[in-house]
Structure formats: structure tokens, C-alpha cells
């Protein structure tokens, strides 16, 4: 076969995304390594995170220099970080489809540019409005509403009881990404929705199915792989949030949330609130260590998509095209 | 039909960002906007600083055509490694460096500007116009975990006549590395030495665990979760005291070296400045914290300038010796106009020119 | 059909309508629970940055604590544009190889690793690019360092979003095209992108309006100005509205106050106004 340029250029463009990838996360693998010895496995289980005495001579330990009583553990974020995008994607996941179902098929044709730029501009908001947003209105909302109502109804589980709490926490935390969720899915999921040839809703309507039938079990499932893909790029955007998260969720440091009320912290806004205070160890081992929580979160996030993608194979879903 | 659509869709689009571009250009290139500057300075660091930062620059460069100074807020640590690594010429610290972070990085000053202060703000329902008292042995049991009620006896003991309720204390903290953490700490570590040999101090600590302890950015973001989160205490920078004085938060006067209460007032923060003029060595790295005298606050601190003693050039050397010069003078940035703005106090005679001497050294 | 097999059809219809207009209920009330927040923000934006709101804002750079906020809005404007330019493409192309050519092994490598991207939080993309391009490249604070770092963190959602576009094209449309002998370039660009655009725009407005909202990855690239650009790439830091958004929040002023929301205010704005009319664009050819 003759070469195809056409072809190869897209394949160029398609490798610079492994190539970015593999590239930072080498960055991180590297820079981090110094950390990786000295923390060992015990990094992925301890709750404790101490920068050390700072102002004070580092010393050797394990032949290594790092300040005096550093030690260096994350389970706390990444609890924080597993609870908040489940709890996240847990509410987003209906929310946005019911959205996407309502603009696409619900509403009047007219009204649809206008709804669905409504929802749009949920993701034009950034993360800092969130956050302050979130002080401002979400957290005293949790604090005096919405944690009280839980409790009455379900504070037998006692995840859900919750004494007065701040309303800094959990729960917080998971509203305000799930609020920067839904754009994400019902964007994506209402363009396949459109996309969605007349001839197939047609032959649904000839079933004798109602209009929300249509929508619900006809169209969904012809819509699944572009309904996967959206939730597995909400899911990057959950875990990889900082400014909005680190705003509303307390800063929980050295303990475990439990209760939906509790606070907490999560990698990403962790490592973007220690930046700055671990810039100011000599011996390095404090970035070194933020470094490695990046890497730690690479690994989650490899690991959430591998189960994200067996789930799918799982409901077999191939190129959803008609001939 | 479809194709020739796109592609008068693809030409409008091109148009329109031209457009766009074109005046955005003609505005940006606009000279009286892109001052065309000889100098360009970068000053980086600490939140504290940052406001009155603001405030100098205008009026400094105002008055020196030809010279850019940016500033940014970013934090201590920030400050300190963007100086270093000569990226940013100034760096604003809250926290001198410590002594390994000098023998890493030889050669860099670290200049005091200022004398900022802190507060230590609470909230309890009734009581929050009636001056709590607070020392640092208690504070270092409510943030350690070891004092969970107001009612706790180590608090009544020191505020005879007050009713303190019986209700859980909600400490807040910084969760962003923070100079206001640091003289915080410092304050309990010196103050109590359980605290001091284990949680220590810095711009960030290992908070140790207590229920219900919050973590809150920056310092509105601790006079918000303070003024919204009753029966809370927070520590809060000087400059916002009216943001505390809206929020109707209560000051708590502190217990100091001598055993007095006091409330940050300028006698206060200055007995404290003056106790500690004469023990500042000429490299001028001292902590303000826990001052002797009978008079004196106990959270003060140096604003400092950290600036590598080797400059990219002449210059620059020079515009940044004749800013810091400027900045550290009653009668320029140390003048009143600028350091009430912030509630800050000016450094003594003796301090401002050990300042100078340290400027003199950039080159 | 009997008139008792008929009689039987009833209570089901009656459970189907009854279960229809709950769905319905509870997809509006999904639009509503998500729309009720968006509105109370944008709200809060607009009272507290109406103090702010003036023709100065477009006309002057930051004075220190106040001023107008046309510095960060040239920076804005050249960070995110720049972003789009260099990651647009970028991720069409590599959307284009996922949907086209992508079903092998290297394909799915690809999206897989796109996925992953898009969950790095952009703290660590602008720690990355600041260790390796300001002071590895030695570019110091640059408007193209921010660029870059922006662009990285769209690609893969444009890519994804791309892909799953061209995805819901019919297959039948392509194997039109190849019957006619057309060639690879041709099939893509005048028969299977069209009918997708309106989720490639949609990819690339969510794009935009992800790298307009971006903060922490920019302070440790593009820096902060308090001057407009002046055109250089690297060498030169920049400005951008959400600095202003972020460190001006945190300081004791209420003009700094009233500037942070009037820059949020901007950014919804912006983001809106592009927003619209490339959809006043895209609709003008129907």
C-alpha cells in the first residue's frame, strides 16, 4: 500500500497524547523516586502527614535527608479523593441524563439552544466561583438544612448522622464537583441525542412507546457509548479538581471522615495547598513527596478507568452506528 | 450543500477571529498601555505582604517612569524559592529563612519592610464584645485537641466573671501554607512546650486531629467560616480587622511573656517591637514572637523581603536597592498613609537602618 | 383481540402513563436542581461586582488593589486563544484518528491514555511545566508556557468528545464516500465531520471554557502581570481574570473585593458571549 499522509498525520497528532502523558508521568516517576524510597508502602496507608521541623538541621534517616519527625502518609486523601468523585458521580450520573432527556426531547424545540446553553454555563464557571460561591451559599445550606434533614431521615446509618456540623466537609465537597459534572455529560449526551436518526425514534414511536419510553429505553441505549465516554471524562474532571474542592471541604488533615458531614481533603487540593509550605524544605523530600501523591493519583485514576472500561465491555457496547 | 456550509462557516469564523485579534492587538499594543520600561521587577510571596505591596507600587512607580514592578500573591515558601532561584527579584516571607535553608542558598538578605500583627478572633454566641481571654498553654489544648469545651476549667480559670458555655470549641486553621500559621505556631510553641517539641511550627503543622476542626484559604476565608461556624476560633492577620469588626467577631486579649493580657493596639505591638529592637543581629533574622516586657503582644512579626545579594544586572540591582530603600523609610513606603491602610506598624530607627545596611549589600 | 384480552391492556397503559409523568417530573426537576444553583451564582457575581463595573474596567490595567482589569483580559484572551490554537487541532486530529482509523491496539492505547490525562490535576500539569519549560527551558514566566499547559490539559477532551461525535455518524455515509473513490482526506473533511460539528464545537467550547477558568496550573506558568502584553512569548509574564478572581478575594480591600467579582462576572461573560455566537455561526447555515 502507498503511504497515506492523511492518515499518518493524524496518527503524529493522536501519539502526541500518549507522548504527554508518558512524559509527565515520567517527570513525576523521576522526581519523585527520592520519596518513593524513603516513604516506601507505607505512604498509601498511613494517615499521618507531618512536614517536619523545618527551621530546624534535617537528619538522616534511612540514609536519606529530610527534616526531623517527617513523615509522610496520604490514605486521608485518598479516601477524600475516592469518596467525593463517587459521591459526585453517584448524583451527577441521573441528574445529567434526566437534563439531557428534558432539552432534548421534553422541552419545546425552540427553548432548546437556550436550555442547553443554560447548562453550559455551568462549566464556564470557574473553579474559584465555585469555591466562593460554595462558602458563601453551599456550605451554610449543608450546615443548616441539608445535614439536619439527613439525619431525621436517615440517621440510623450512621454515615448519614451527623451532630452540627460546619458544613465544610464531604458532602461539600461532592455537590460542588458534581455541579461541575453535569455540564460535562449532559453536553455530551444531549449532542448524541440530536445526533439520533428519525427513522430509529420513528420505530420506536410505531411501537406504540410514549414519548419519555422513547427517550429513556429507546434512545439511551443507542446513545450508550457516547453516555460512557461523557462519564468517564466527568470522572478525569472529579478527580483532578482542585480550587472549588479546596474551598468547601475543611482541609481535613491527619484523620478519616465518618460521616457525609465530616471534613476532608483530597489529593489534588492537597498537593495545591502544601506547595507552597513544602517549597521551604532544604532537603527537597516535602515536594518530592507532593510529587509522588501526583503519581499515586496517575495510578487511581489508571485504575478507575481499567473498571470503567470492564464495565462497559460488560454491556457490550461497540461503535453505535446504523447502517 | 453540507460542505460548502462548513466552509462558509469556517471562513466567517476565520474573520471574526481576526477581528477580534486585530483590536485586541491595537489595544494591547497601545503605548500609553505597554509603557515602553527600561526596568521589570517581579516581587512574589506572602499573602500578608501582598496588600500593601499594592499599595506601594503605584506610587512608586509613578514616580520612576521607565520601571515595572509586578507583584503577585503566591505564598512564603514561593517568595523564598522564586528569590532564590532568581526568577522573581523580591520575594515576599512572612518567615525568615531557617539555617538550612541559608546554607543551601548562600547570599540571599532577608530584609524586614514592616511590623505586621495577628489576632485571635472567636466566636461564641453572648460573649463576643465581652474580651475572652486566651493564653497559650489554652490555645495549645484547643488545637491540640486536649480542650474541647469553652467551659473547660484552663479557660475559666483565666476569665473570672464570664460565663463560658458548656459547648464544643471548633477550631479553624489555614489549610494553605500560611505566614499567619507560622507566627501562629510559634506562638504555641514558645509559649508551651509540649506543643513545641512536638507539633512544632512552620507555615504549615500536622494539625493533630480534633472533631470537628475545620480547615479555611486565606484570611476571609477564616473570617467567614469563623463569623458562619459559632462557639469557632480562628487566628486571623491584622489587616483585616475591619472584615472582623463587620463579621462582629470578639478579639481575646493574650496571655504575653510576663503573664498580662493584652489586645493588639499600637502601644502593644510596639512595647513588643521595641523589647526585641536590641537583640535583632544585623542579618535581622529574629522571631517577634512571645516578647518580654509587661506590655507587650505576643504574635508580632518582621515582614520580610527576601533578595539574592547577586542581581541579573547593574540595573537591576539598583532599582531594586532604590525601591527597597524607598520602602523601608518613614517618609516613603513606611509612611503612614500606607502601613494604616493595613494596621501595620513601622520599623523602629534602629531596624530601618539595619535594613539599609542589608540593601546596600545587593548587587 | 377480545374485548377481555382489551380489558387486560388497561392497567399496564395506565402504569406506563403514571411512570411517564414522574419521569417527566423528575427530569425537570433535574434541569431546575441544577439550573437554581447556575442562577444563584451568577447572581451573586453580579451584585457583588457591580461596584466594579464601569468602562474603566475595559480601559485601564490593575492599579495594585483596584484599577480595571484590561491586562488581565488581553491575557485571558491570548492564554485561552493560544490554548485553543495549539490544542484544537491537536485534538480533532487525534479524535479523527480515534473514530476513523483508531479500533487497533494503538487506538485504544490512546484513548485510554487520553481519559487518564484528563483526570491530572492541573496542579501538577503547571508544576510540570514549570519545572521543565520556565526554568528548565529558561522562558521564566511566559504567555506560551501558559498556552502550552492549557492546550495540554483540553486535548483530551477534545479528542474524546471529537471521537465520540464522529462516532454517531452512520456508517453508511462513509461507505458512501468510499464508493465513490474518494480519498481518506476528502471522506473525513467533506463527509463525516460536517454532520458532527455541533459536537466538535460543543468540545471545543467546553474547551474554552475549561482553560478560561483555570488558575492554579497558570500562576506557576504565565505568572501575573500588572501590565498589558506586550506581544512577547516567553520572557514576559501575563495576566489572566482568574488571578485576579483567586488573589484578590484574599485581600482586606473592598475595591480588591468588588474587582474579583467584577473579573468573575467577566469571565461568565466572555465565555457566554463566544459561546453564542458561534452557535449564531453554526445555525446561520440552516
Redesign the interface.
Given at each position: 500500500m502507498h503511504a497515506?499522509p492523511?492518515?499518518i498525520?493524524?496518527?503524529c497528532?493522536?501519539?502526541?497524547?500518549?507522548g504527554?502523558?508518558i512524559?509527565?508521568v515520567l517527570?513525576?516517576a523521576l522526581?519523585s523516586w527520592p520519596a518513593i524510597q524513603f516513604n516506601g508502602v507505607g505512604f498509601l496507608f498511613r494517615t499521618?502527614?507531618?512536614?517536619g521541623?523545618?527551621?530546624?538541621?534535617?537528619v538522616m534517616v534511612r540514609g536519606m535527608q529530610v527534616p526531623i519527625?517527617a513523615q509522610y502518609g496520604i490514605l486521608v486523601f485518598i479516601v477524600g479523593t475516592l469518596a467525593t468523585s463517587a459521591i459526585a458521580l453517584l448524583i451527577a450520573i441521573?441528574?445529567?441524563l434526566?437534563?439531557a432527556?428534558?432539552?432534548a426531547e421534553?422541552a419545546p424545540p425552540h427553548l432548546r439552544?437556550t436550555?442547553s446553553?443554560?447548562?453550559?454555563?455551568?462549566?464556564?464557571?470557574?473553579?474559584?466561583?465555585?469555591?466562593?460561591?460554595g462558602?458563601?451559599?453551599?456550605?451554610?445550606l449543608i450546615?443548616h438544612y441539608i445535614a439536619p434533614a439527613l439525619n431525621a431521615v436517615l440517621g440510623f446509618i450512621p454515615f448519614f448522622a451527623g451532630?452540627s456540623?460546619?458544613?465544610?466537609?464531604l458532602l461539600s465537597a461532592s455537590l460542588v464537583l458534581t455541579?461541575m459534572v453535569?455540564?460535562?455529560i449532559?453536553?455530551?449526551v444531549y449532542?448524541?441525542l440530536?445526533?439520533?436518526?428519525r427513522p430509529d425514534k420513528e420505530a420506536a414511536y410505531a411501537l406504540g412507546a410514549?414519548?419519555?419510553?422513547v427517550a429513556?429505553r429507546a434512545m439511551l441505549p443507542m446513545?450508550r457509548?457516547?453516555i460512557v465516554?461523557?462519564v468517564?471524562?466527568g470522572?478525569?474532571?472529579a478527580?483532578?479538581?482542585?480550587?472549588a474542592v479546596?474551598?468547601v471541604s475543611?482541609?481535613?488533615?491527619?484523620?478519616l471522615p465518618h460521616t457525609i458531614t465530616t471534613?476532608i481533603?483530597t489529593?489534588?487540593s492537597f498537593?495545591?495547598?502544601?506547595?507552597?509550605?513544602?517549597?521551604?524544605d532544604?532537603?527537597g523530600m516535602a515536594v518530592r513527596s507532593l510529587?509522588e501523591i501526583?503519581l499515586v493519583?496517575?495510578i487511581i485514576?489508571?485504575i478507575?478507568?481499567v473498571i470503567a472500561?470492564m464495565i462497559t465491555r460488560g454491556l457490550h457496547v461497540g461503535?453505535?452506528?446504523?447502517? | 450543500m453540507q460542505t460548502r456550509a462548513s466552509e462558509t462557516l469556517l471562513r466567517r469564523t476565520f474573520l471574526l477571529g481576526t477581528i477580534g485579534g486585530t483590536t485586541l492587538g491595537l489595544i494591547a499594543l497601545d503605548p500609553r498601555q505597554a509603557a515602553a520600561a527600561n526596568v521589570t521587577l517581579l516581587e512574589t510571596g506572602s499573602s500578608l505582604l501582598y496588600p500593601l505591596f499594592n499599595l506601594w507600587v503605584p506610587k512608586y512607580t509613578a514616580m520612576h517612569p521607565g520601571l515595572r514592578i509586578t507583584t503577585q500573591s503566591t505564598g512564603s515558601g514561593t517568595g523564598i524559592a522564586q528569590a532564590v532561584s532568581g526568577v522573581a527579584q523580591i520575594g515576599a516571607s512572612d518567615a525568615y529563612m531557617s539555617f538550612g535553608q541559608l546554607k543551601k542558598s548562600p547570599g540571599i538578605l532577608n530584609i524586614p519592610l514592616a511590623i505586621s500583627a495577628q489576632t485571635v478572633n472567636y466566636n461564641v454566641p453572648g460573649l463576643n464584645d465581652k474580651n475572652l481571654k486566651l493564653s497559650g498553654p489554652v490555645l495549645a489544648g484547643i488545637y491540640g485537641g486536649k480542650i474541647t469545651k469553652w467551659n473547660d476549667p484552663e479557660i475559666v480559670k483565666i476569665n473570672a466573671g464570664l460565663t463560658l458555655p458548656d459547648h464544643g470549641i471548633t477550631p479553624i486553621h489555614r489549610t494553605d501554607g500560611s505566614g499567619d500559621t507560622f507566627i501562629f505556631t510559634q506562638y504555641l510553641s514558645f509559649s508551651t512546650p509540649a506543643w513545641g517539641n512536638g507539633v512544632g511550627y512552620g507555615t504549615t503543622v500536622s494539625w493533630p486531629p480534633v472533631q470537628g476542626g475545620i480547615g479555611a484559604i486565606g484570611n476571609p476565608g477564616m473570617v467567614q467560616a469563623c463569623g458562619q461556624t459559632p462557639h469557632s476560633i480562628a487566628y486571623i492577620g491584622v489587616s483585616f480587622h475591619d472584615q472582623i469588626a463587620k463579621a462582629g467577631l470578639g478579639t481575646a486579649p493574650l496571655q504575653n511573656r510576663a503573664g498580662n493580657f493584652v489586645l493588639p493596639t499600637p502601644a502593644t505591638v510596639g512595647a513588643a517591637a521595641g523589647a526585641l529592637e536590641g537583640k535583632t543581629p544585623p542579618d535581622e533574622r529574629i522571631s517577634l514572637i512571645y516578647a518580654p516586657g509587661a506590655n507587650s503582644y505576643p504574635i508580632i512579626n518582621y515582614e520580610y523581603a527576601i533578595v539574592n545579594s547577586k542581581q541579573a544586572s547593574p540595573e537591576i540591582a539598583a532599582a531594586v536597592r532604590d525601591f527597597l530603600t524607598w520602602a523601608v523609610d518613614p517618609s516613603g513606603g513606611n509612611a503612614p498613609e500606607f502601613l494604616d491602610a493595613v494596621k501595620f506598624l513601622p520599623l523602629t530607627p534602629k531596624i530601618a537602618d539595619l535594613s539599609k545596611r542589608q540593601i546596600a549589600k545587593i548587587g | 383481540m377480545s374485548v377481555s384480552q382489551a380489558a387486560l391492556e388497561f392497567p399496564r397503559l395506565r402504569g406506563r402513563r403514571i411512570r411517564t409523568r414522574i419521569g417527566w417530573v423528575l427530569s425537570v426537576a433535574a434541569f431546575v436542581l441544577v439550573a437554581a444553583p447556575l442562577a444563584d451564582i451568577l447572581i451573586l457575581v453580579t451584585v457583588r461586582g457591580l461596584s466594579a463595573i464601569s468602562p474603566e474596567l475595559f480601559l485601564k490595567a490593575t492599579n495594585g488593589i483596584s484599577g480595571g482589569l484590561l491586562n488581565a483580559i488581553v491575557g485571558t484572551f491570548v492564554l485561552s486563544g493560544g490554548a485553543l490554537i495549539i490544542g484544537v487541532p491537536i485534538g480533532v486530529g487525534a479524535g479523527i484518528y480515534l473514530a476513523e482509523f483508531g479500533t487497533g491496539s494503538f487506538g485504544n492505547v490512546v484513548r485510554f491514555l487520553s481519559d487518564v490525562l484528563t483526570g491530572i490535576p492541573s496542579i501538577v500539569l503547571g508544576y510540570f511545566a514549570y519545572i521543565t519549560m520556565i526554568i528548565g527551558l529558561g522562558w521564566q514566566f511566559s504567555a506560551l508556557a501558559g498556552a502550552i499547559t492549557l492546550a495540554m490539559m483540553i486535548v483530551p477532551y477534545m479528542a474524546r468528545l471529537t471521537e465520540l461525535s464522529l462516532r454517531q455518524v452512520p456508517l453508511s455515509l462513509r461507505e458512501a464516500g468510499y464508493a465513490l473513490g474518494a480519498p481518506e482526506r476528502k471522506i473525513v473533511f467533506r463527509i463525516v465531520l460536517p454532520p458532527a460539528m455541533p459536537g466538535v464545537l460543543t468540545g471545543a467550547l467546553l474547551a474554552l471554557a475549561i482553560s478560561v477558568g483555570e488558575t492554579a496550573p497558570l500562576i506557576y506558568t504565565a505568572g501575573w502581570s500588572n501590565y498589558v502584553w506586550n506581544g512577547k512569548l516567553t520572557h514576559e509574564p501575563i495576566g489572566f481574570l482568574t488571578y485576579v478572581i483567586w488573589s484578590f478575594i484574599n485581600q482586606p480591600f473592598a475595591t480588591a473585593h468588588a474587582l474579583a467579582f467584577a473579573a468573575a462576572f467577566l469571565v461568565v461573560l466572555v465565555v457566554l458571549v463566544i459561546n453564542v455566537s458561534a452557535r449564531l455561526v453554526l445555525f446561520a447555515r440552516t
Open positions: 497515506k492523511f492518515r498525520g493524524t496518527v497528532l493522536a501519539a502526541l497524547i500518549p504527554m502523558l512524559a509527565v517527570f513525576l522526581y499521618t502527614w507531618n512536614l521541623n523545618l527551621y530546624a538541621d534535617p519527625h441521573p441528574v445529567s434526566g437534563v432527556i428534558f432539552i421534553g439552544p436550555l446553553l443554560i447548562v453550559e454555563l455551568l462549566a464556564v464557571v470557574p473553579s474559584v466561583v465555585y469555591g466562593l460561591w462558602i458563601a451559599v453551599l456550605v451554610p450546615a451532630g456540623p460546619t458544613g465544610f466537609g455541579l453535569v455540564p460535562i449532559t453536553a455530551t449532542s448524541a440530536l445526533q439520533v436518526a410514549m414519548k419519555f419510553e429513556v446513545v457509548g457516547s465516554g461523557a468517564i471524562l470522572l478525569g474532571r478527580l483532578g479538581e482542585t480550587m479546596l474551598m475543611g482541609g481535613a488533615i491527619n484523620y471534613p481533603s489529593m489534588a498537593i495545591v495547598s502544601q506547595l507552597d509550605s513544602a517549597e521551604q532544604p532537603t510529587a501526583a493519583l496517575f485514576t489508571v478507575v478507568n472500561r461503535l453505535a452506528s446504523r447502517a | - | -
